[in-house]
């Protein structure tokens, strides 16, 4: 059974860019819903303490979203459960379909945000849930006084350390570069954790075990000058590892926590220009003085982009949430342009 | 019919003995995705009614059976029949997947 119901914006996603525009989009008095996604609120649902959020001081991230979440449905907007499954954009109305329904719109806001990247060796499939994980809030519990690991460089690496510590007898941190992207404060917190070490200039080339994981094979290319040793032999034995050649060892760990970046979530959609990473592209409009009109359009007329999805550089909650403001007011803009 | 509560305590009743395919969600209040996850079995459990058991299972009150079936990420569902486990999902996942697992196991 299909419905079929027209609206001026169809919103994807339910991260706080998206969101953000339904908050707009509603209260111009325009039609709005909200397709929400397989999993709504994006990634706050998998994080624990949001400190830098304007105005909530400390705040669980799910917690937040689910504030936002009721701030657009107290405004009256659809949020509905659904993934979206396609987006027709080759003529108007828009047309986007779930499972069960098919929805029009006049204007679409893609703010599907981005999802955790896998490391992609090969067993690591085998060993999702069983021992390699992606979230540190929800699985720390399973991995108190054990001995774990987190891959990555960012933000998201050090915020998993720094929950996983507080459970795991011991952390090791392993980055594939000699210095870390995070930002400051955060890195210096992971660095002042007694029972956190790092492993500078060395990848992750499996991940060992049968039934739950064991060990993790890296390899370890120039020991960075930050380690403090001399020799590689030196280097493997201090961290209780096993050598197999000149460059290869298995470090003994029964967890680990994935934070090695995001992929964008714009498989669904064809006929968007996206880089070469998956990010869809903005493309600015300026009118004849030079003055910027539109921020937020995509290559296809009246879709609009906001948040993760296109945003490769910022990735914050409060950046998300701005992309998603300006979304709205570009769909206003355009809507009354066209004489939609 | 709603969703049972499975403990570690009637975990061999419900599920291990129980004449119909189970479902069984591993979760716990701090984890963010089975927030989400919760609404989908409960939904999941009124379109199965009375052909499948579908219950959940807060790990952190109920560690014995999570460790027993080696659950290190949540949410898990594993699908019984028979008492043993015949599928088993990592993360949040669709009504559609679950209704299609245990549908195979009923007809």
Known sequence: MTKKIMYDVIILGSGPAGLTAAIYTQRFGLSTVVVAGRTWGGQLQLTTDVENFPGFGKIMGPELMRKMRDHVEGLGVKVLDVAAESLETSKTPFVVTTEDLTLEGKTVIVATGADTKWLGVPNEGKLRGRGVSSCAPCDAFFFKGKAVAVVGGGDSAMEETQVIAKVASDVVLIHRRDAFKAQKAMVDKVMALPNVRVLYNTQVADVVGDTALTGILLRTENISPKQGFDSFDQLVNAFGGKKIDDHQWELPRQGVFVAIGLVPNTQIFKGLDVDSHGYVKRVEERDENGVLKYFTKTNIPGVFTAGDVHDARYKQAITAAGFGCMAALDVQRWLTETGS | ?107
């Open chain 2, 1 to 107: 019919m709603a969703d049972v509560t499975i403990t570690d305590q009637n975990f061999d009743t419900e599920v291990l003995k129980a004449d119909k395919p189970v479902l069984v969600d591993f979760w716990a209040p701090w984890c963010g995705p089975c927030q989400m996850q919760g609404p989908i079995v409960e939904e999941v459990a009124a379109a199965m009614d009375g052909k499948a058991v579908v219950g959940k299972m807060n790990v952190d009150e109920n560690p014995n059976t999570a460790q027993k079936y080696g659950v290190m990420s949540i949410p898990t569902l594993m699908v019984f029949k028979g008492g043993t486990v015949v599928k088993q999902f990592i993360g949040v996942t669709s009504k559609e997947a679950l209704l299609g697992e245990l549908n195979k196991l009923i007809n």
